[in-house]
């Protein structure tokens, strides 16, 4: 299992940007890893992808928006957020990416943003 610490939320006004941050307690160079969100009342969705690599893959909702990066030599996954909505509003979780079954969850990161 790997440990995972996010970092970077809070509450920002429409428009604005935040960048989230995902440390990992071990290596994961080698594994493709996403950004995951959860609104209130709803279920958990993948937001954003990274390829061992770098290759990213976005969800509609974010295309344009968000940056998905990492560092492998710190193990650490990041998510640049830029034109905040409302609807961004979340916890934001890092995970590996599907199909793999997830690792333990953290405890994630908040992001409210207030129109």
């Known amino acids: 299992q790997v440990q995972l610490v996010e970092s970077g939320g809070g509450l920002v006004q429409a428009g604005g940007s935040l960048r989230l941050s995902c440390a990992a307690s071990?290596?994961?160079?080698?594994?493709?890893m996403g950004w995951y969100r959860q609104a209130p009342g709803k279920q958990r969705e993948l937001v954003a992808t990274?390829?061992?690599?770098?290759?990213?893959v976005y969800a509609d909702p974010v295309k344009g928006r968000f940056t998905i990066s990492r560092d492998n030599a710190k193990n650490v996954v990041y998510l640049q957020m830029n034109s905040l909505i409302p609807e961004d509003t979340a916890v934001y979780y890092c995970?590996?990416?599907?199909?793999?079954?997830?690792?333990?969850w953290g405890r994630g990161t908040q992001v409210t943003v207030s129109s």
């Open positions: 071990r290596s994961i160079a080698s594994i493709m």
């Open positions: 990274i390829t061992s690599g770098g290759s990213a």
């Open positions: 995970n590996i990416g599907p199909p793999s079954s997830p690792w333990s």
